[in-house]
């Protein structure tokens, strides 16, 4: 499979997710041959995650472990031993393909009952009709903050 790079023009069918979270379902929709063009979530350690992920996209040889330390100092990592930290650090440094997922989305965080039509489609660039799939990842009752956690 060809990965695309952050030059590429967006060329296949447009979608805007909701309920993000860390971009799961738009992996796979991208590697259907969606693009992402604006997407939704509340949480902001996701959205920070999805932040950093076009962040790295970008990234000239040399810059990845700066890059790296300064994301291990938010509180997505505060929990999380210094072994394991490095195990993520070399994952990533060797991935092949530094792929482009999510690299034209705007990231719209909050609140998807404050977000108006008109600002999905003002961060989307994209006018009524001309989106292909609307697509949302609604959160798991047991694990959402607003759920009412219910165990099976």
Known sequence: MTR????DI?????LISLFTGAGGLDLGLEDAGF?????????PPACETLRANKVRQQLQNGEFDAWFDKQTQQRCYANTEQAEIERQRIRLRSNPFKTSYLSHAEILEGDIRAISTEMFLAA????I????LIAGGPPCQPFSRVGKRFTL
């Not at 695309?4 to 030059?7: A, L, P, Y």
């Not at 693009?35 to 949480?43: C, D, G, K």
């Open 4 to 7: 695309r790079t952050n030059s």
């Open 10 to 14: 967006i060329s296949g069918p447009k």
């Open 129 to 132: 009709g001309a989106l292909d």
């Open 124 to 127: 989307a660039k994209a006018e």
């Open 35 to 43: 693009e992402t063009v604006a997407a939704n979530e509340i949480e």
